[in-house]
């Protein structure tokens, strides 16, 4: 499945040091802080098809998924809980509440990704069982 992806590389001397074509590293500094369709794998490495005949793939800590639009997350009571990418930060999420026909019912925050995914983790992590 493709999703939509930022690609956010801060440091390339890893990809240096792994690549010695200068015009595949000239790939990745072209594709970095651009929006792409990707496929990420099982590993969460993403790979980007370029053009029929190249393609870059890049580490977890190499891009951000991003939700371009407005996303309905959940609803509590009569709110109704809508998410998408903050424009402003690529590493966090807007979030923001509204009522059943549209109206902005609790203005947008933005929250870091990091925090989410730890609250999350906090919050719904199975235990595992203790052994005896």
Known sequence: MK????????DFSKIEQHLNDAKEIELYHSANGKL????IEHDDYAVIDLND???????????????????????????IIETMSDPAD???LLY???DGVGNVVAEPQSINK???????????AKEKAKAE
């Open 90 to 92: 690529d590493r966090a």
């Open 3 to 10: 999703r939509l992806i930022k690609v956010t590389i801060h």
């Open 36 to 39: 792409y369709e990707a496929v």
């Open 53 to 79: 005949e190249e393609y870059i793939e890049l580490a977890p800590n190499e891009y951000e998924l991003m939700i371009p639009e407005w996303k309905v997350v959940g609803k509590t009571g009569d709110m």
């Open 96 to 98: 923001r509440g509204i």
């Open 114 to 124: 990091q925090l989410i995914m730890q609250l999350y983790k906090g919050w719904f």
